[in-house]
């Protein structure tokens, strides 16, 4: 059975694009942490991150990369923080998040509910800053 990224990429349920190409699926996480919480996921189907093939290891920061610097241009933050937690969906993924401190990447706070056209907005902010 599939999980729900896989189902996100076959665009089976909509999602909120940021990126795309042969190998990785980066959209925004629509329960975030924070806004501009994207989460970037490899198109094929490994629960472990550390099982991912090394390929996909080795891609996967260079396709990250201009999403967090995108992510970093269009919100007030110190820096993109990076985690990869993976207990909630058994997909291998990333998450890159807007942080100005290290308690913005504590997964266990209360999760925001964003509007669909806040989500848009986000959406558009970070494409119009990829580069």
């Known amino acids: 059975m599939s999980t729900i990224f896989t189902k996100i990429i076959n665009k089976e349920i909509p999602s909120y694009l940021i990126?795309?190409?042969d190998h990785f699926f980066a959209f925004l996480d629509i329960f975030p942490l924070v806004e501009g919480h994207v989460l970037v996921v490899p198109k094929i189907e490994v629960d472990k991150f550390f099982d991912l093939p090394e390929s996909y290891l080795n891609r996967l920061l260079s396709f990250a990369q201009p999403i967090?610097?995108?992510i970093?241009?269009?919100f007030d933050c110190k820096r993109c923080?990076?985690?990869v937690i993976g207990l909630e969906?058994?997909?291998a993924h990333l998450h890159l998040l807007p942080i100005n401190s290290a308690d913005d990447l504590n997964f266990t706070r209360?999760?925001?509910s964003?509007?669909?056209e806040v989500l848009e907005a986000i959406q558009q902010k970070i494409v119009s800053n990829l580069k």
């Open 114 to 116: 964003l509007s669909k």
């Open 72 to 74: 970093e241009s269009s």
């Open 89 to 91: 969906v058994p997909h």
């Open 19 to 21: 990126k795309e190409d």
């Open 81 to 83: 923080g990076i985690s």
């Open 68 to 70: 967090a610097k995108a």
């Open 110 to 112: 209360p999760k925001l």
